[in-house]
């Protein structure tokens, strides 16, 4: 009798909601941010008029929310398709480090954006 082996990192449910939830998220985001991105810069597209669009916090949280929505649907997409179709583990590691490091690069960068503009 052979014995099965179930291979895989079993995340299953759980990063599917994940994933649904995200893009729910950045679906629903996106048009309320455009339609307030069309009202406050309806004068332009100066500096000014940008800062003012982040001047308040519940713009800058909702966006670094939206990033981090990002980063992580992105990686639960990546990850799966390294495991998918990246046999060898070397390279499927480091793969899934480089896209790590990047992710929270990007999101580590969006805090330093949205976070150092003056109130």
């Known amino acids: 009798m052979v014995k099965r082996f179930t291979v895989g990192a079993h ?8 994933q649904r939830v995200t893009a729910i998220y950045m679906a629903l ?8 991105l069309f ?14 669009l982040f001047s308040s916090t519940w ?5 670094f929310l939206f990033v981090v929505s990002l980063c992580y ?5 990546v990850r799966d ?4 179709y990246i046999k060898p583990a ?6 899934h ?4 490091f990047l992710l929270i690069g990007y999101a580590g960068w969006a805090v330093q954006i949205l976070w150092r503009l003056p109130a």
Do not use: N, Q
């Open 81 to 84: 398709i390294w495991m998918d």
């Open 59 to 63: 713009v800058r949280f909702f966006s």
């Open 73 to 77: 649907h992105a990686w639960i997409g």
């Open 11 to 18: 995340y299953g449910l759980k990063d599917w909601l994940v």
């Open 29 to 36: 985001f996106t048009p309320v941010f455009a339609v307030l």
């Open 90 to 95: 070397g390279l499927r590691l480091a793969l």
């Open 97 to 100: 480090l480089i896209v790590l």
């Open 39 to 52: 009202c406050r810069l309806s004068d332009g597209f100066s500096y000014e008029a940008w800062l003012g």
